[in-house]
């Protein structure tokens, strides 16, 4: 089970996740997201869990716990959808201009 973990301290590492999910059960993996460019915490990562009832065991024992300051967030992983090009997609046709003629 996949599940997304959101309001996360910035110094909070994909170890410390790892061994905060671990007392639910197996962890397959525990990644937290970074900035591209500094390296910085996002704020969110992702916790791969092998079974579903040790994820739904951590939702409801982690879901809205204090670590390191912040009530974190833990819910189920929406599967990654095509967002399609960063320009909002479909064809929106030319610009503003339109001839009377």
Same mark, same amino acid.
Not at 3 to 18: A, I, M, P, T
Not at 23 to 48: C, H, L, P, Q, W
């Given at each position: 089970?996949?599940?997304?973990?959101?309001?996360l301290?910035?110094h909070? #590492?994909? =170890?410390?996740? @790892? !061994?905060?999910? +671990? %007392?639910?059960g !197996?962890?397959t993996s %525990?990644?937290?997201?970074?900035? $591209?460019?500094?390296g $910085?915490?996002r *704020?969110? *990562?992702?916790?791969?869990? +092998? %079974?579903?009832?040790? *994820?739904?065991? %951590?939702?409801?024992?982690? =879901?809205?716990?204090?670590? =390191?300051? @912040?009530?974190? +967030?833990? #819910?189920?992983? $929406?599967?990654?959808?095509? $967002?399609g !090009?960063?320009?909002g *997609?479909?064809? @929106? /046709?030319?610009? /503003?201009?339109k +001839? @009377?003629?």
């Amino acid at each position: 089970m996949n599940l997304y973990v959101s309001n996360l301290g910035f110094h909070v #590492s994909d =170890e410390d996740l @790892r !061994n905060l999910f +671990s %007392a639910y059960g !197996n962890v397959t993996s %525990a990644k937290v997201i970074t900035d $591209r460019e500094t390296g $910085r915490s996002r *704020g969110f *990562g992702f916790v791969e869990m +092998s %079974a579903e009832d040790e *994820g739904k065991k %951590a939702i409801q024992g982690l =879901e809205g716990k204090e670590v =390191e300051g @912040r009530n974190i +967030s833990v #819910s189920v992983a $929406r599967p990654k959808t095509d $967002r399609g !090009n960063s320009f909002g *997609g479909g064809n @929106r /046709g030319g610009g /503003g201009f339109k +001839s @009377r003629w």
